[in-house]
């Protein structure tokens, strides 16, 4: 299952859009509406009359919030179905552009420069390479300009290398992690006809990639799982101890 990772690039989630779409839901999925959009808009601060790019956007829950405070934003997305989505969903609230995320497209809606903020809201995670896409989120920023990253933690959830275990003699429930400082391209589970791949890299891979664009981190937030009904206290303690979730900010320097 194991995949080198640099014989690996993102690809298009179009052949799972309908199962993606459908997960998330209009508004997202009940974590991101309580944990990672909160935790992105906590981390991007986006104010009015500003201009915003989310990159590998989905199918765009994150524009209504960003909206909503008045900012202009503009999604992107390497899969066609998924823009569609988001365009018949929240055209109102946004432009949504077909690119990647890597590489991305020539166009008017996307001045390099331009934004006063950018963002990737669990989705950096399924982008390869990583440097090309901090970087070009670099490139769309102004000086000053800010970025802010919404991930699974890749200290502790490291995709089918990582998982919970009980040790029965003090009645404790522990993260186990198998593997952390190799880099990682991971098959996930197959929706409908299509599966995904989820690339692991250690934390210092996203601050070497934020130094080598240019970009200055600036702070960093870790919040826990969501308590579940029914759950015994010592789940209850490591959901709040170990994070689900990282929050990265970052500055572009100069």
């Not at 779409?21 to 009015?48: F, I, K």
């Not at 997305?77 to 609230?93: F, N, T, V, W």
């Not at 000053?144 to 290398?161: D, E, K, N, S, T």
């Not at 891979?205 to 600036?218: D, E, F, K």
Request: charged share 20%; aromatic share 8%.
């Amino acid at each position: 299952m194991k995949r080198n990772i640099n014989r690996a690039r993102s690809q298009s989630w179009d052949a799972v859009a309908h199962w993606y779409a459908g997960w998330t839901g209009t508004n997202g999925s009940r974590y991101h509406r309580t944990l990672a959009v909160p935790l992105l808009l906590e981390m991007l601060d986006p104010q009015a009359g500003e201009h915003i790019a989310d990159l590998g956007c989905g199918p765009g829950i994150l524009a209504p919030p960003i909206a909503e405070r008045g900012a202009r934003f503009v999604g992107v997305d390497l899969s066609p179905r998924l823009i569609a989505e988001a365009r018949k969903i929240h055209g109102r609230s946004g432009r949504f552009l077909v690119g990647d995320a890597t590489h991305l497209p020539v166009h008017v809606e996307l001045p390099m420069g331009g934004f006063d903020g950018a963002c990737f809201l669990l989705s950096i995670q399924d982008i390869n390479p990583l440097d090309a896409a901090i970087a070009s989120a670099a490139r769309l920023l102004k000086p000053g300009g800010r970025l802010a990253i919404v991930m699974l933690h890749p200290c502790f959830r490291v995709p089918r290398q990582s998982g919970w275990g009980w040790d029965e003699g003090r009645g404790l429930k522990f993260r186990r992690l198998d593997s952390y400082l190799t880099p990682l391209a991971v098959p996930m589970q197959s929706h409908g006809s299509g599966t995904t791949r989820s690339y692991h890299r250690p934390l210092g891979a996203y601050v070497n990639a934020l130094s080598m664009a240019g970009m200055a981190l600036t702070g960093i937030r870790e919040i826990g799982d969501l308590p579940m009904q029914g759950e015994s206290k010592a789940d209850r303690r490591a959901a709040g101890e170990f994070p689900l979730f990282l929050g990265l900010k970052a500055v572009k320097l100069g």
